[in-house]
Every structure is written in structure tokens, then in C-alpha cells.
């Protein structure tokens, strides 16, 4: 149990172009998902938190307009690079809760993004 | 930031010994957390444990947790070469803004060879 799942598993796109990539919690509700962005040798960084039907919640420094996230149901949240410039590779990781302070974030496999 | 950190950056074993990795942290937290992450890969969730506990064992896992050093550690005995990978600590606050939010120490690289 507790699955999340990340599409594409990777992509190359053209600077300039929108990405999106998908997370979806395969056998649970997730209240709330998670999107974090991981460069080469780096820790995990947090980029936002959404929960269902609400705005996300952006980490400071991380630019709303240019990651658009929405989280339209309990199984699914979407990240979108709008404009993606080089500096915009990275890996992209999310994760997925329950309601409550206790409990573990189950995280998705990552997506890996190079903009040429 | 309330990223924490971690030491060593990097460690090299022999398999079949002891591997400790330590995490130090910046603020108050409800519970401190453990993952792995094998190269390019997600994190696999190892071991959690609050900021009332100060010891943990799971398997051949091992964690401390020191709330008044704001400190952590994670000892994985009689390593295998398949421990291999990145090991994370994260912390949550429990309370307040971004609850539920985790913050990661920068990681320690173990190898274990065979």
C-alpha cells in the first residue's frame, strides 16, 4: 500500500516550452501533496504544499507563477515549469499525506527534467 | 533555512561493518524522520521517530534522537553492500505554519564494499 506514482519518469524539453508532470497517490486519499525539486549531489528542497481544492502554499523564493501547481482531487496534484530555462533542470520529486501531524509522506519516484 | 545538516557528506565501509550517519537540526520538531534514496531514485521512508522518544531500532537500524543537542543519528549495522545510497534526515515541526512540512539535511553518501 501507500503508492504514489510520478509521470513522465523524465523528460527533455526545449527552453522556453511548459512541462507538466503528474503525482498521483495510486491506493490512498492524499489530503495533501508535497513537491520538492533535488539538484545533482543536493538534498531534497521544498518547493510547495497543496491540498485538495485549495491554492498551494509556495516556500519562500519559489516563483508561483512559474511552478503552477493544482491539486484537482484526493489522487492527483500537478506541477507545471511554464517557460522552462536550463536552470530549470532538476529532479522533481513529490510525496503524498494523510491528514494528521504524525504521519509519513510517501513519495513518488521522481522526475528528472533537462531543458536544452 | 531550516534545512539541516548532516555528517559525514560521505562514507566508505567494508561490508559487514557499522555504519553511523549523524544529523544535526535548526528548530523545535514533532518528529525527526529517515530516508534513503538509491541514486536518481525516490526516497524509501526507513524509520520514524518523535521528539519524546530517544531511541529507535528497526531491523538493523538504529536511531538516537537528542532534542537538546538538536541532533540525530542512525547507526545501520552489519551493512550489506546493498545499503548502498543516499540516506536523508527530515524533520517536521508538528505545529504552527508548514506543520506538516519536511525539511532535509543534506545527506550522507554511504558506500558499502562487498
Known amino acids: 500500500g501507500a503508492v504514489v506514482s510520478q509521470h513522465p519518469s523524465w523528460v527533455i524539453c526545449k527552453s522556453g516550452t511548459s512541462v507538466k508532470i503528474e503525482c498521483r497517490s495510486l491506493?490512498?486519499?492524499?489530503?495533501?501533496m508535497f513537491w520538492y525539486r533535488q539538484f545533482p549531489k543536493q538534498s531534497l528542497m521544498l518547493m510547495a504544499t497543496?491540498?485538495?481544492?485549495?491554492?498551494?502554499?509556495?516556500e519562500q523564493g519559489v516563483e508561483k507563477d512559474k511552478f503552477l501547481i493544482n491539486h484537482a482531487s484526493l489522487t492527483l496534484s500537478t506541477l507545471t515549469v511554464t517557460s522552462a530555462h536550463p536552470e530549470d533542470s532538476s529532479f522533481y520529486i513529490c510525496?503524498?499525506?494523510?491528514?494528521?501531524?504524525?504521519?509519513?509522506?510517501?513519495f513518488g519516484p521522481g522526475t528528472r527534467l533537462l531543458v536544452l | 533555512s531550516q534545512q539541516g545538516e548532516e555528517d559525514p557528506q560521505a562514507l566508505s565501509i567494508q561490508e559487514g561493518e557499522n555504519a553511523t550517519m549523524n544529523c544535526s537540526y535548526k528548530?523545535?520538531?514533532?518528529?525527526l524522520q529517515w530516508y534513503r534514496q538509491n541514486s536518481g531514485r525516490g526516497l524509501v521512508h526507513l524509520i520514524l521517530?518523535?521528539?519524546?522518544?530517544r531511541e529507535k531500532h528497526s531491523g538493523r537500524l538504529r536511531v538516537t534522537l537528542d532534542t537538546s543537542k538538536k541532533s540525530s543519528s542512525l547507526l545501520i549495522t552489519a551493512s550489506r553492500a546493498a545499503d548502498t545510497a543516499s540516506y536523508f534526515c527530515?524533520?517536521?515541526?508538528?505545529?504552527?505554519?508548514?506543520?506538516?512540512?519536511?525539511?532535509f539535511g543534506t545527506g550522507t553518501r554511504l558506500t558499502v564494499i562487498p
Open positions: 510525496s503524498a499525506g494523510t491528514s494528521g501531524q504524525g504521519e509519513t509522506q510517501y
Open positions: 491506493d490512498f486519499q492524499a489530503t495533501t
Open positions: 497543496s491540498n485538495e481544492g485549495s491554492k498551494a502554499t509556495y
Open positions: 528548530t523545535s520538531i514533532n518528529n
Open positions: 521517530i518523535r521528539s519524546n522518544e
Open positions: 527530515a524533520t517536521k515541526k508538528g505545529r504552527g505554519v508548514g506543520a506538516n512540512n519536511l525539511f
